[in-house]
């Protein structure tokens, strides 16, 4: 009987103590929970989170339950880094656990003056206050650190009294580098009417303000313009009205020329028609040579000449060109035995070849001068005295004499004489089959 009344003193008082602890009344746990018999200091090993059990050779990754009814990992606030060293007052002041905050501000002083938020967690571990990926925070923030900005102290950019203050100064280049494009001579930023968005030149990736730097892809520096002397071509430090157009720059080049002359040569000023861009000017291609003038990137001719003065000799003209310089006698008279109208001459080649090909021989009868009677063993040479452009189809043209008139002067009573041209129109007609209608 008596021990039945300990007990029951016993539960009463256990039941009083309940009701008076002192964590509030929203920790719903028995004392026993954390604190033992010999005292209500807890000890730090209870705090210690569930650990691999390394003595379960079996399943060494099994966890190994401690004996324990409470962790801070149950919590909003589970205890890493150094906050599982941390004595439980420095957070909790009060017994009344509940009044404790997770927010980081609760307990830390902020030391950036709300310039970088209040969520600490953004930069910092519970590790230290070390920043481990300042290269995160920037991405996030819209301004990756690249180039030279990777190796550059957070001070240089974030200048305050503190040294904590990170106010925001902008994602501009601008906004750093004001200074840098105010004191900048080489060229003169500020005269030369730059824009201040600095990334239309400058690579942010590069490691300098160098031309190396320089975005200038909207006119490409490569091969010939492969230069690193901005004044070359922007000259009088102004980079705002620099033309993109090749004579622009190059038209002493263009005047001094004299292999071939292109200014004797009639040659366009449009350099693009000819030249790349790789140095000295070479390899030169007239692409519409073929198409205007005389194939000579395509057919017999491709491959067999180097320069251009091997056909057009004549430097002040280039009209001028001559076949006969390659195509030499006795061979050339040799394979042309037997054709009616040859002539050894620059005209006659181009005429029955157009194509430089052999075989490509020039048909007078699809013409709208067909070669009949007389005419198909005429030399070329008597119709086409002055070339083989433009000759007259009409007979009057060749076929002429010239007949003497005899008159008197009426006024004098002395003898005239006259020299008259009379086309030989019959014989003409006849010449070329047709009857004579007169």
């Known amino acids: 009987m008596r021990l ?6 016993i539960l009463f008082l256990a039941q009083g103590l309940m009701a008076q602890s002192p964590h509030g009344e929203l920790l719903q746990l028995d004392c ?12 730090f090993e209870t705090w210690a989170p569930a650990k691999q059990n390394k003595d379960n050779p079996l399943n060494p990754s099994a966890v190994q339950k401690l004996d324990i009814k409470f962790t801070h990992d149950s919590t909003l606030f589970p205890l890493t880094g150094r906050h599982a060293l941390v004595d439980c007052r420095s957070c909790h002041e009060s017994l009344v656990f509940s009044e404790a905050s997770n927010e980081c501000y609760s307990c830390h002083l902020d030391m950036h003056q709300q310039t970088v938020g209040m969520d600490c967690a953004r930069c910092h571990t519970t590790n230290n206050w070390l920043v481990d990926d300042i290269n995160a925070i920037h991405n996030s923030n819209g301004f990756p650190l690249l180039g030279n900005h990777a190796l550059a102290n957070c001070t240089d950019c974030h200048n305050s009294d503190t040294r904590l203050r990170f106010d925001p100064i902008g994602n501009e280049c601008i906004d750093c580098h004001q200074s840098d494009f105010q004191a900048t001579t080489n060229p003169n930023h500020n005269q030369a009417g730059f824009p201040t968005n600095c990334i239309e030149c400058h690579d942010p990736n590069q490691d300098g303000w160098g031309t190396t730097a320089v975005d200038h892809s909207f006119f490409p520096l490569e091969k010939g313009h492969d230069i690193m002397d901005c004044a070359s071509c922007h000259t009088g430090g ?18 001094s020329t004299q292999n071939p002359n292109h200014q004797a040569a009639g040659f366009s000023t449009s350099c ?7 140095p000295d000017w070479m ?11 005389f194939p000579i990137y395509s057919g017999a001719h491709q491959g067999e000449w180097a320069n251009c003065n091997e056909c057009h000799q004549n430097p002040s003209d280039y009209s001028e060109f001559t076949c006969v310089a390659c195509h030499t006698n006795p061979e050339t008279d040799n394979e042309h035995n037997g054709v009616i109208g040859y002539s050894y001459s620059d005209p006659a080649c181009l005429a029955c070849h157009p194509t430089g090909n052999v075989d490509d021989i020039f048909d007078h009868n699809t013409t709208n001068f067909p070669l009949t009677g007389a ?9 086409h005295a002055n070339g083989y452009v433009g000759t007259p189809t009409d007979c009057a043209a060749c076929h002429t004499i010239v007949i003497l008139i005899q008159t008197t002067n009426p006024e004098s009573q002395q003898p005239w004489v006259f020299l008259q041209t009379v086309p030989l129109h019959n014989r003409c007609l006849a010449a070329r089959g047709i009857p004579n209608s007169r």
């Open 4 to 9: 039945l009344s300990s007990l029951l003193v």
């Open 272 to 278: 693009t028609d000819c030249h790349t861009t790789d």
């Open 32 to 43: 026993g929970a954390c604190h033992t018999a010999a005292g209500w200091d807890i000890p």
């Open 375 to 383: 005419h198909e063993t005429t030399q070329c040479i008597e119709c």
């Open 238 to 255: 102004n980079f705002t009205n620099t033309p993109t157009d090749c004579f622009a720059c190059h038209q002493p080049d263009f005047e």
């Open 283 to 293: 390899p030169a291609t007239y692409a519409d040579h073929d198409l205007q003038h």
